[in-house]
């Protein structure tokens, strides 16, 4: 099954950006470090679906370099897929071109892997699915 995980939004400042949200009455719940993405996140829900404000904690951060070219805004679109493990290895065998060849782990312990814009009608297409648990 396939529902909106999430709009990615690149800020500079999540304290800053967040503010506007916290106006309309929504709220941060869950604020949190990714190292290997070189970013922080603070995610908002927003009904069924949430939007994750990312802020880069290093220059050479893939969020700094997007900021840099563009300044704030949409960052990505995420999916949620049932089983991104079969997703992800059904897309490469059509030829869809992805920005990685392994799935990652993200904020909440979320797997993720990103379809290249080339590939997603020139957006960045995320594709995630909940964490695992331990066995």
């Known amino acids: 099954m396939f529902k909106l995980d999430h ?6 400042n999540i304290e800053e950006t967040r503010k506007l949200y916290e106006k309309l009455g929504m709220h941060v ?17 927003v009904g069924e679906t949430r939007i994750e404000l990312i802020e880069p904690t290093a ?7 997007f900021l840099a070219r563009r300044g704030n805004g949409l960052h990505h679109i995420a ?22 060849d392994e799935i990652k782990i993200g904020a909440g312990g979320h797997l993720y892997i ?4 080339e590939s997603a009608g020139g957006v960045l297409l995320e594709l995630c699915q909940d964490p695992v648990s331990a066995v």
């Open 7 to 12: 709009l990615g939004i690149a800020v500079k």
């Open 29 to 45: 719940i869950a604020e949190e470090e990714v190292a290997g993405e070189k970013v922080r996140t603070a995610m908002i829900p």
């Open 59 to 65: 220059d050479d951060s893939p969020i700094s370099k």
């Open 79 to 100: 999916v949620h897929v049932d089983d991104l493990s079969t997703t992800f290895e059904d897309l490469k065998k059509k030829g869809v071109r992805m920005l990685s």
């Open 114 to 117: 990103f379809v290249h814009p």
